[in-house]
């Protein structure tokens, strides 16, 4: 077993205990710029990572009650297909291909980009949205809009793994402000289940993914994420934030250039 391996899921592990942040948008550039692990195979090997470790989460925060089931099952309607289509797509234009995998480094770095714009400015944007109650959306202009939330989540979290953490809590607090910060989380990882491990099969078909190199990941995440949950407490959050902030800046703009 490599040991590199098991040190970068423990790193990842621990920043994901301690900051809530999906692992996707720190995963899939590590085994991209560090290993030398082909995009494809990064994205594909991290969403099957994704739809395990989100199980375990999905049951804890179904058990404390905080999944709003409506709104995963509006998210889910146009994820889900979304998700499909381009798992088919990538099938058409070949996901090992060098091109597509250039394709596929720059919808990683586009995607951790938004990641640090959700890290930033969540906070300010429920702000401003609490301020003017008369720009939240209700009925079915809500519905609609968080189905079209879906399906752009469905195409990232594909494409790139990246987006089922930070874009898509940040996205589900815009469209329900009212939720509390544990219901936004439950809820966030309940959607994002089956948009995973449908994104992961549709990988599978493609065989872009590394079953070693995931168990492989998976024995250094566990007690990463353990001990980072624990460790939480301890560090500032606001701290914490903008180290990851800065440090996925470093890394999109190293994805774009290199």
């Known amino acids: 077993m490599d040991l590199q391996f098991v040190a970068s899921g423990f790193a990842v592990g621990l920043l994901v205990g301690m900051t809530g942040v999906g692992g996707g948008s720190l995963m899939t550039p590590l085994l991209t ?19 395990l470790t989100k199980g375990v989460g999905t049951f804890t925060h179904r058990l404390r009650g905080t999944v709003h089931w409506e709104i995963v099952g509006r998210l ?3 994820a889900l297909p979304a998700a499909v289509l381009a798992s088919l797509g990538l099938n058409h234009f070949g996901t090992l291909s060098h091109e597509m995998g250039q394709i596929i480094r720059y919808m990683i770095a586009c995607s951790v980009m938004l990641t640090v714009v959700a890290l930033l400015f969540k906070r300010k944007m429920l702000v401003w949205i609490n301020a003017h109650p008369e720009r939240q959306l209700q009925g079915a202009a809500l519905r609609n809009a968080t189905i079209v939330s879906g399906a752009v989540l469905g195409v990232l979290v594909t494409i790139s793994s990246i987006g089922a953490g930070a874009i898509g809590a940040t996205l589900i607090v815009m469209l329900y402000p009212r939720l509390t910060s544990a219901e936004v989380a439950g809820t966030d990882i309940a959607y994002a289940v089956p948009l995973t491990a449908i994104a992961a099969a549709g990988h599978w078909w493609l ?12 024995v250094g995440s566990v007690p990463g994420i353990t001990i980072g949950a624990y460790a939480a407490r301890a560090v500032p959050e606001r701290l914490l934030r903008g180290i990851l902030a800065c440090t996925l800046m470093a890394v999109a703009v190293k994805l774009l250039y290199s």
């Open 207 to 218: 065989g872009s993914i590394d079953w070693s190199l995931l168990l492989t990941l998976l």
């Open 76 to 78: 889910c309607l146009g």
């Open 33 to 51: 710029l560090l290993f030398g692990v082909t995009p494809a195979v990064a994205v594909g090997t991290d969403l099957a990572f994704a739809s």
